[in-house]
């Protein structure tokens, strides 16, 4: 060990360099933070601006996007039928199922169904749907107001009784809206639907939104 006074004096530098780089420290700290406050500013605000952007709405017509299908598999429109997912055991489970949601009671197992099919074997596609059957449609009439409870087919049970079997289906397709959040719509997976009837949708709502001056055409959930 050196001396005392050369070992307080060492003690005394390395404390003047370290209380130096400390305020070298800070003041480069503070040179950064106002250089990065606009874009950290910017950040959050598009970032907010983004999420509201992805979560926006758009609806069209399911006739439109069924056109748009017609156009890309280059055939006359496709046959066509939306029904409900569920199959019903008896019309007063259906009934009562119904009016359950309704009530507002859904068991969001629940969809609707759409099923195209163009001439050529090879063109077929289902779109799915959430199941609410108080959503407006385009006639301006809600979706229960288009069901109709309809025997689909006879079903033999486990005590070999013959048992008809019943399903709620779409008196016109034409009605029904669709709706997807642009965030679905940038999704390359897109929920893993046919990328063609991916592309028919974009298109569609290329074509509807494209010319619109007001934002009252869409919005957010």
């Known amino acids: 060990m050196k001396n005392f006074k050369e070992f307080k004096q060492t003690y005394a530098d390395k404390k003047k360099a370290v209380q130096d780089a400390n305020i070298f420290l800070s003041l480069k700290e503070q040179e950064y933070l106002r250089e990065i406050r606009d874009a950290k500013e910017l950040v959050d605000a598009y970032g907010k601006d983004l999420k509201n952007m992805e979560n926006t709405v758009f609806e069209v017509k399911l006739a439109d996007v069924i056109d748009e299908i017609a156009k890309l598999w280059r055939e006359q429109p496709p046959a066509v039928t939306a029904k409900m997912s569920r199959v019903f055991d008896t019309q007063t ?129």
């Open 93 to 221: 489970y259906a009934r009562i199922t119904l009016g359950n949601a309704l009530s507002g009671i859904c068991n969001y197992k629940d969809k609707i169904i759409v099923d195209i099919k163009g001439k050529d074997y090879k063109h077929k596609m289902r779109i799915e749907q959430p199941f609410n059957p108080t959503e407006i449609q385009e006639d301006g009439r809600p979706l229960y107001l288009h069901m109709e409870l309809k025997k689909e087919e006879i079903l033999k049970r486990a005590d070999g009784d013959w048992v008809p079997t019943y399903r709620y289906v779409i008196d016109d397709y034409s009605v029904m809206t669709l709706k997807y959040k642009y965030h679905a719509l940038l999704n390359n997976d897109f929920a893993g639907i046919a990328p063609i009837l991916k592309e028919a949708i974009i298109n569609v709502v290329d074509r509807e939104y494209g010319n619109s001056e007001s934002e009252d055409v869409m919005g957010d959930e």
